[in-house]
């Protein structure tokens, strides 16, 4: 049984930073790319940052020079690190395989940027 468990989320205000983490069953972590996804209601599910098994990553332009995406392949965890948060970050933010598997959803973690 996959899982994926997101945590780090939080209310913090704009120009905060928030870590978060996704512990991941070791059978998918080691062979697959990662991804963290995010949503905002009414809207759909957005891959914003990858990493790759091999530790290459890509991002999108809205988060560039401000999330960094890592993992650390010993404890099964991938992680993202977001400094100068804007409103517009503020979603439920998810991790899945690259491509994602949709029996691999987990709850997510709510990210809320407000003053």
């Known amino acids: 049984q996959v899982q994926l468990v997101e945590s780090g989320g939080g209310l913090v205000q704009p120009g905060g930073s928030l870590r978060l983490s996704c512990a991941a069953s070791g059978s998918i972590f080691r062979i697959n790319a990662m991804g963290w996804y995010r949503q905002t209601p009414g809207k759909q599910r957005d891959l914003v940052a990858v990493i790759t098994s091999g530790g290459s990553t890509d991002y999108v332009d809205s988060v560039k020079g401000r999330f960094t995406i890592s993992r650390d392949n010993a404890k099964n965890t991938v992680y993202l690190q977001m400094v100068s948060l804007k409103p517009e970050d503020t979603a439920v933010y998810y991790c899945?395989?690259?491509?994602?598997?949709?029996?691999?959803w987990g709850q997510g973690t709510q990210v809320t940027v407000s003053s």
């Open positions: 899945n395989t690259l491509p994602y598997h949709k029996g691999y």
